[in-house]
């Protein structure tokens, strides 16, 4: 038997853990869903934040891309848009490991807050690591470090209430 042949075999014996993982970010919205692939969030325009990680009190220089920038993409209601039924907007932060967080989409708008919640993608000039990364929610000016998730693969958007 051809040894690429076994090679093959052996490693789908091995399972999803022996297959490199391939980095998505899904976002979707109203029916509307958008899969970004590690390359296609690089392209984006970024950021950078200075700001202190709940978890390790240390200052970091985080660089990623404006959450409001990810959401336009899928049609969210924006500026003058965003009022009566679309205040009741969630956006559900959902990682690899199942954590998921939730954020008023008011939140992400500029017209209700002046901060800017980041998508990252490095911290102090380096890629994520495996077990934070892709992505993670950097929410400056939270006091708590709950919502800063890590190893973010989706962004929905979903109504609350009615």
């Not at 051809?2 to 853990?17: Q, S, V």
């Not at 490199?20 to 590690?38: F, M, N, P, Q, W």
């Not at 200075?50 to 390790?56: C, L, P, R, S, Y």
């Not at 049609?75 to 690899?96: C, F, N, Q, T, Y």
């Amino acid at each position: 038997m051809d040894l690429r042949i076994l090679f093959l075999a052996g490693l789908l014996a091995l399972g999803p853990t022996a297959r490199a993982e391939v980095s998505v970010l899904r976002l979707s919205y109203a029916g509307k869903t958008i899969d970004l692939s590690a390359a296609e969030v690089a392209t984006l325009p970024h950021q950078s934040v200075t700001a202190v990680d709940g978890h390790d009190k240390k200052s970091h220089v985080y660089v990623g891309v404006p959450l409001r920038t990810l959401l336009a993409r899928v049609g969210v209601p924006a500026g003058e848009k965003l009022r009566g039924p679309a205040l009741r907007l969630v956006v559900i932060a959902r990682a690899r490991d199942g954590y998921g967080v939730a954020y008023a989409l008011a939140e992400f708008d500029q017209a209700f807050s002046d901060r800017t919640i980041l998508l990252v993608d490095r911290q102090d000039g380096q890629p994520l690591p495996p077990n934070i990364g892709p992505w993670r929610i950097v929410a400056p000016g939270d006091q708590r470090p709950a919502r800063w998730a890590r190893m973010i693969t989706a962004l929905e958007v979903v109504s609350v209430g009615n």
